[in-house]
């Protein structure tokens, strides 16, 4: 993560054991988790695997994804829900922005991205006045 003040904080309570982070080069074409975007045949992503209440799962994220997540994200959050909660963090701050520091910790990509769905936020918001 970086030092950054973050944009979302989470209070997620549950007991998960987190057994394996490796970041791979995708041999065969996946979907992300959290955007469900293609992740390429050669594309590098993140592999999770946890487990939870005695059960294995595993996580492919794309690096556009992880980005957002180490750069906007304090401590835990929900698998498959990052855009969802970054949407609703913003709405319900006014659209506000994150920092530039934490804007250039990600991705090109995933600050095309997070700006769209600022975009978004603010469209709504000025439809709304």
Known sequence: MTSCSCA???????????????????RKSYRCYECKGVISVGERYEETTQKYDGDFSRYRTCLDCVSV??????????????????????????GDVPSSECMMALTQKAREKVCALIEKIWSRTDDDD
């Open 8 to 26: 979302v904080y989470l209070d997620v309570d549950c007991d998960s054991t987190l057994a394996v982070e490796t970041i791979r080069k995708a």
């Open 69 to 94: 997540r180490d750069s906007l994200f304090c401590g835990s959050w929900y698998w498959g829900q990052l855009w969802e909660h970054l949407g609703d963090h913003f709405s319900e701050n006014g």
